[in-house]
């Protein structure tokens, strides 16, 4: 595609995409604790159920504002209408308001939306759910993003089934283009194994990014049972454990009787919990279904100090590929593991022990100071294990199934295990020793690789910026990549300026197009819903700069990359896009100059914008959300 530069032309079409997401004759409609009007703004609804039930007003677009206070229901938020692709109805919290619901009925959650599609829900903070947190069955385009969920007692965000079929015969998938950002989830499931913190159940198109879970009592993330096409990135996922049996993982990948593939797991940090990954095919021989996995991309992850919480004697490794939990064959294939850091986990780094499993590729990691073994493959049917950075030796029982290669034992001289700071010091054995066909474009920071001749083992780039090729901001623009750059992007908000069928993702700039959280510019400094920077140290932090000075490590302006929803970064020399796909990272556009735009975008930029342009879109943004809230 033909690189154009951003002119005033692409600024009115900036503009005029926030304001189709939330039109000029849209309703904002008010709920406050008390409230017994008509949902104005000077006569409140006193119940929630009033916003979204059947008879409500609301209407395709509109905004439904809660105020601070704790709303105490005796039972579920059932909603009854939907918005329409385009103009989602948006149902935003403000800071203090509180859902408490004393009953909920199964599978149900205190928040439920059964077959409904267009939903923003944004902010809240629920408590003590009686079952689930917030639940979708059967859902379309539905964003559940900055809220908190407190000890529910079974999962925290489920998107389930809708039509069960029989004998657990059902059709696959249901849920289609479901986000969950930047979400906190604590002490899921703490008086009911059912599910996980977040549980994806046959979701086609899925993005799961910038979510923390603490201390949850199952699996953390959870694809399964025919989940494809999608991505998660960006969590942080700490002190899962197997309080219920057979569990405490940080990120599941199972199909649970179906086809489960297509997806990205990139830039998660998984630390403190029983295990880090697991990948399996569990119950795939059911009569009536095709169970398998395959398709998955598992890199820039950083994961330190899982451990047997519960004394399981199987637990404690930092990803496995089980063969579990009924006779089999459990198939597993077309697995890439990449550029990730394991460390200190207390029984193995990567553990494959399922027959089944062909394809699989571990390469360019680093993988140190693990229990008994760094890598072992008990049993495979194909394995490739090349350019790692280990402690000890591979240890291999499946013979020719596995093919080894220049694997290194050393000390890969990081900056701190003390601190869990895992960068590279000068002088690494792991610098500029990446190899073959699997390599990042961008580390776990968001800056480009290679920062050398070659890249770098493991999660992080060692010399690596934020302007990356490009050079600084205005000569190579902001972002990963250098923005302009050799292969370099250009990012505005979560997916992509103009990404995500041409708007912002979830509206107007800021929370779910309701408003800016924090004014103009959301937390982190960023454009976009919640606008991360994943910045310094290990953990991701919302800060406002870098260590180094820099405004946003995980694409300078926003997450998620280049112009396009749901899009990874791609590897070096693939050109699809990641879960979703929005663009080849690797090859950035046509020229090699600028971004290709992808996911129904039809613009692609050489450049970003001068410093005066910047401020022109900056001052119009805010003069737009300015406008709205005095609405």
């Known amino acids: 595609m033909r690189s154009i530069p951003l002119s005033l032309a692409v600024l009115t079409s900036l503009s ?19 409230g017994t009007g008509d949902g104005s703004a000077g006569s409140p609804w006193g119940n929630l159920k009033d916003a979204v039930g059947s008879s409500s007003p609301v209407q395709p677009g509109d905004v439904i504002s809660v105020a601070a206070g704790t709303y105490t229901l005796s039972s579920a938020v059932s909603f009854q209408k939907s918005g329409t692709p385009g103009k989602p109805i948006t149902l935003v919290a403000e800071p203090g308001a509180i859902l408490n619901v004393t009953t909920s009925s199964t599978p149900g959650g205190a928040l439920d939306l059964s077959g409904l599609h ?31 969920i407190y000890r529910p007692s079974a999962c925290g965000i489920i998107a389930d089934v809708r039509d069960w079929g029989s004998d657990d015969v059902y059709p696959v998938p249901q849920n289609y283009n479901v986000k969950i ?11 009911s194994g059912d599910n996980e913190g977040i549980s994806l159940w046959a979701l ?58 297509n997806i990205d797991v990139y830039s998660n940090l998984i630390h403190d919990s029983e295990e880090g990954f697991e990948i399996n095919c569990e119950d795939c021989n059911k009569p009536g279904t095709n169970g398998s996995v395959h398709d998955i991309r598992i890199f820039n ?11 399981s004697g199987w637990k404690g490794r930092g990803m496995s590929f089980y063969d579990c939990c009924d006779e089999g064959p459990h198939p597993v294939h077309d697995v890439h593991v990449f550029n990730n850091t394991f460390v200190g986990s207390s029984l193995r780094g990567i553990s494959v022990e399922n027959p089944s499993v062909a394809n699989l590729f571990i390469s360019n990691n680093i993988i140190v100071d693990n229990g008994s073994d760094d890598i072992v493959i008990q049993k495979a049917t194909s394995v490739t294990v090349a350019s790692n950075l280990l402690s000890k030796a591979l240890r291999n029982s499946a013979g020719s199934a596995v093919t080894a290669s220049d694997n290194v034992v050393a000390d890969p001289r990081f900056v701190s295990v003390a601190s869990n700071d895992y960068h590279l010091q000068s002088g690494s054995p792991a610098i500029d020793k990446a190899a073959g066909a699997d390599v990042a474009t961008i580390d776990y920071d968001g800056f480009a690789r290679p920062a050398g001749p070659a890249a770098d083992m493991g999660a992080y780039e060692h010399g690596a910026s934020p302007s990356g090729a490009g050079g600084a901001a205005g000569t190579g623009g902001l972002g990963a990549g250098g923005g302009v750059g050799a292969g370099g992007q250009t990012t505005l908000g979560r997916g992509g300026a103009i990404g995500g069928g041409g708007t912002f993702t979830g509206g107007a700039l800021g929370a779910g197009g309701a408003r800016a959280r924090d004014g ?10 919640g606008g991360r920077t994943v910045m310094g140290g290990v953990s991701g932090k919302k800060d406002a700069s870098s260590a180094g000075g820099a405004q946003a490590g995980d694409g300078a302006v926003g997450t998620g990359g280049a112009l396009g929803g749901l899009d990874a970064p791609a590897v070096s020399g693939d ?34 914008p001068s410093s005066a342009a910047r401020w022109l879109l900056l001052g119009l943004t805010a003069a737009l959300l300015r406008a709205r809230r005095r609405r």
Not at 16 to 34: D, R
Not at 208 to 226: F, H, P, S, W, Y
Request: proline letters at 2%.
């Open 520 to 529: 103009a510019i959301s937390p982190g400094g960023a454009l976009g819903s």
């Open 301 to 311: 992850n950083v994961v330190y100090n899982n451990y047997d919480i519960q004394d």
């Open 204 to 261: 086609d198109g899925f993005e799961v990014a910038g979510n923390t879970l603490i201390d949850c009592q199952r699996e953390g993330i959870d694809a399964k049972t025919g989940s494809r096409n999608g991505s998660i990135h960006h969590n942080t996922i700490r002190g899962q454990y197997n309080k219920w049996s057979g569990t405490g993982m940080g990120v599941y990948i199972d199909a649970w009787h179906y086809e489960t593939f």
């Open 16 to 34: 005029l995409g926030i304001t189709s997401a939330t039109p000029a004759q849209a309703t904002t409609f008010h709920v406050a604790v008390g």
């Open 118 to 148: 267009d939903w923003v829900i944004d902010g809240f903070r629920i408590e003590n759910a009686p079952n689930r947190g917030i639940a979708l069955h059967g859902c379309t385009n539905i964003t559940i993003q900055n809220c908190t």
């Open 575 to 608: 050109t699809r896009g990641g879960g979703g796909g929005a663009v080849d990272r690797a090859d950035a556009s046509d020229s090699g100059a600028g971004s290709t735009a992808g996911c129904g975008c039809a613009v692609s930029y050489a450049a970003w």
């Open 181 to 191: 950002l930047d979400n906190t989830i604590e002490q899921a499931n703490w008086e």
